[in-house]
């Protein structure tokens, strides 16, 4: 009560004084300008990052003095299954970054033999968060400090049944993770790690938890690139996953690609992409490739 | 001019900090003590980026597109609108020079004392790093040394931009 | 013979009602001089030429001068920018808004102020530049120096209201009107000022 009057009084005490005190301040608000691939792609959960890996990167062109956004679809062809993803990013201030994501999974011909019906499709909802914490990527060049961000993101599959018929405890839920990401220049070299307190399964397609593992567990993620010029970069991701389901083994998650930033506003990503053994289908490999587009 | 002579040497002749010099053709400056930690990083140890990016002659082109491209970027050629341009190109050279490891030495003001006033924003530093990256690659400097020089330049950040 | 000198009276008369200077003097409850006061009286704009000069709000060393600037309704004002570095000038003022971008050592840019008020006038990259310009429907209006004084020439020297504005002037539109009765030349105005944050 007593700090809503205050507020209050404060208010009236500031019309009462001299309008002329002072010349107000232009706002401040800006778009763009970040340097090349700064932004990091959009990840298949769509956090800025690495493709398969969440970074300490926030997404879109602005810099601390602005906001920026961006729009990505990504597609992964595996030997019997395909991942689509679209979604649409916002960063505030280089500070604070919120995504929403919506994944398909498409059981093409395993499908029906997993006796769910020929193409059947899961479908995943990703709200995401991420708060930069400190350091910086870009100009923390003579610091060992790495730019560390906290994410959240909270997951919400589409086909409860199912996912609790393959021993999942639970079609919904949410991942912790923290990133620290170094881009050392002297070296040409982008590294990123992130440790992730998950109960995921298949990034969440499959339900969350397990008859193996019905809790969260700490997993481990890591990037390393290497830029070859101004708008590329190559390298790998390797993903730590739990395997918590009874009913099929689930395997890590490794891919190598390259990442290119087309001018300011767009970057494409390919990637050749393993995912292992996915609901008993092993050998899940194929090409990943995505589209980022952003202000 | 004997007594100016003298006055001139004096601060060699007692020791004192060595004070900027006018040079022809560039505006006077108010006095400031030169040293190269006015440069405001660390030199590479050893010449090999500084030979990748072919010598004083290399680093002399590479400053050369620089101030074109920057001329020709309307996002920020409004802040050297007023400067002096031939004192700009003079010290960037020796600053390049000197960090990348060259037999240089830089005579310029500190990081802080060039860059206050202006109001420059991360926008604007990032725009002036494009269009050295541009420079750079322009005159052929190797990818990985481009990264050398931009990694020294890259903390200057906090130095650079005010606003 | 008489009526010819009654005339002649009455046009020295007459003529000598518009000539009068008078002296302003603008201080705090306390008595300390308020300089950068605008003081004004009622007059007819078209009566009165406007100044040959343009009126300057310069930029240099990274302030605005003068501090208060008084221009008539629907002067031009320029904004030369003495300095090195970017300034960029703007003001919310109610009918008076503007934006400019002026670059280092630009003399030229020019901004037309057609609202009578009190217009702020900061700068969107140096916080610390302040300034006011005080548009006024009366060519009668100078600024106080810094003994708080202002002289105004070529006024009438019957009763009017004078006017003491100031931006920092605690009071319904930052200003104080005081009474100058008919003949007096001399007038002391007491206004009470809050000290900016």
């Known amino acids: 009560?007593?700090?809503?009057?205050?507020?209050?009084?404060?208010?009236?005490?500031?019309?009462?004084?001299?309008?002329?005190?002072?010349?107000?301040?232009?706002?401040?608000?800006?778009?763009?300008?970040?340097?090349?691939?700064?932004?990091?792609?959009?990840?298949?959960?769509?956090?800025?990052?690495?493709?398969?890996?969440?970074?300490?990167?926030?997404?879109g062109n602005e810099t601390d003095r602005g906001i920026g956004g961006t729009a990505y679809t990504s597609a992964v062809f595996l030997s019997d299954f395909t991942v689509n993803t679209y979604g649409v990013a916002v960063g505030f201030y280089d500070r604070f970054e919120l995504s929403y994501t919506r994944q398909r999974f498409d059981t093409r011909d395993a499908g029906a033999a997993l006796g769910l019906g020929q193409d059947f499709t899961f479908e995943q909802d990703v709200f995401g968060a991420k708060l930069r914490l400190f350091g910086d990527a870009v100009y923390g060049q003579d610091s060992w400090l790495p730019q560390v961000a906290i994410g959240i993101q909270y997951k919400d599959a589409n086909r409860d049944a199912i996912v609790r018929a393959v021993g999942a405890r639970d079609d919904s839920d949410i991942d912790v993770y923290v990133s620290a990401t170094r881009i050392d220049l002297a070296n040409s070299l982008v590294l990123n790690a992130t440790l992730r307190y998950t109960r995921a399964n298949q990034n969440g397609l499959l339900g969350f938890g397990g008859n193996l593992e019905a809790d969260r567990t700490l997993q481990a993620e890591f990037s390393a690139g290497i830029l070859l010029t101004r708008r590329l970069l190559v390298g790998a991701e390797y993903r730590f996953h739990p395997d918590n389901l009874a009913f099929a083994r689930e395997d890590d998650w490794f891919d190598i690609f390259a990442a290119f930033a087309i001018n300011e506003h767009v970057s494409i990503a390919a990637a050749y992409a393993d995912l292992g053994s996915i609901a008993t289908f092993d050998d899940q490999r194929g090409l990943y490739l995505s589209i980022q587009a952003g202000f | 001019m004997t007594r100016l002579f003298f006055l001139a040497l004096a601060p060699l002749l007692l020791g004192g900090p060595a004070l900027a010099q006018d040079h022809p053709g560039e505006l006077p400056v108010d006095p400031y003590e030169v040293s190269n930690a006015n440069a405001g990083a660390d030199p590479l140890a050893g010449a090999a980026v500084y030979d990748a990016f072919g010598g004083h002659d290399g680093i002399e082109r590479v400053v050369a597109r620089l101030i074109v491209n920057i001329q020709a970027d309307t996002r920020i050629e409004g802040i050297f609108r007023a400067s002096d341009w031939v004192r700009l190109r003079r010290t960037l050279v020796e600053q390049f020079c000197y960090l990348l490891g060259g037999p240089c030495d830089y005579t310029g003001r500190d990081m802080t004392s060039v860059h206050t006033d202006h109001g420059i924003t991360t926008a604007e530093f990032n725009a002036l790093v494009e269009n050295l990256q541009l420079a750079m690659e322009a005159e052929g400097i190797p990818f990985r040394s481009q990264n050398r020089l931009l990694a020294l330049l890259a903390p200057m950040h906090g130095e650079v931009v005010t606003r | 013979m008489r009526i010819q000198l009654a005339l002649l009276t009455a046009i020295a008369l007459s003529t000598a009602a518009f000539s009068a200077d008078v002296e302003v003097i603008v201080h705090t409850p306390d008595g300390a001089p308020v300089a950068n006061a605008v003081v004004s009286v009622p007059g007819d704009l078209s009566a009165v030429p406007a100044p040959a000069e343009m009126p300057s709000m310069e930029q240099r060393?990274?302030?605005?001068?003068?501090?208060?600037?008084?221009?008539?309704?629907?002067?031009?004002?320029?904004?030369?920018?003495?300095?090195?570095?970017?300034?960029?000038?703007?003001?919310?003022?109610?009918?008076?808004?503007?934006?400019?971008?002026?670059?280092?050592?630009?003399?030229?840019?020019?901004?037309?102020?057609?609202?009578?008020?009190?217009?702020?006038?900061?700068?969107?990259?140096?916080?610390?530049?302040?300034?006011?310009?005080?548009?006024?429907?009366?060519?009668?209006?100078v600024v106080t120096d810094a003994t708080g004084t202002a002289r105004l020439t070529g006024i009438s020297d019957g009763a009017q209201t004078v006017t003491v504005w100031h931006p920092y002037a605690r009071g319904r539109n930052n200003l104080v009107t005081a009474e100058m009765a008919d003949g007096q030349d001399r007038l002391e105005v007491v206004i009470d000022i809050t000290a900016p944050d």
């Open chain 3, 61 to 141: 060393d990274q302030q605005f001068n003068p501090f208060v600037l008084v221009v008539r309704e629907g002067a031009e004002v320029v904004f030369p920018n003495r300095d090195r570095v970017r300034h960029h000038v703007y003001s919310f003022a109610r009918g008076n808004r503007f934006e400019l971008e002026l670059y280092g050592r630009e003399e030229e840019r020019t901004v037309r102020f057609e609202v009578a008020g009190g217009v702020p006038i900061g700068c969107n990259i140096h916080d610390d530049m302040l300034a006011f310009i005080r548009v006024v429907d009366t060519p009668h209006a």
């Open chain 1, 1 to 59: 009560m007593l700090s809503r009057f205050l507020c209050a009084a404060g208010f009236v005490l500031s019309i009462a004084l001299p309008a002329a005190a002072n010349a107000q301040s232009l706002p401040s608000f800006e778009t763009g300008g970040k340097l090349l691939l700064t932004r990091g792609i959009s990840n298949v959960e769509g956090a800025g990052g690495g493709g398969i890996v969440p970074w300490a990167l926030i997404t």
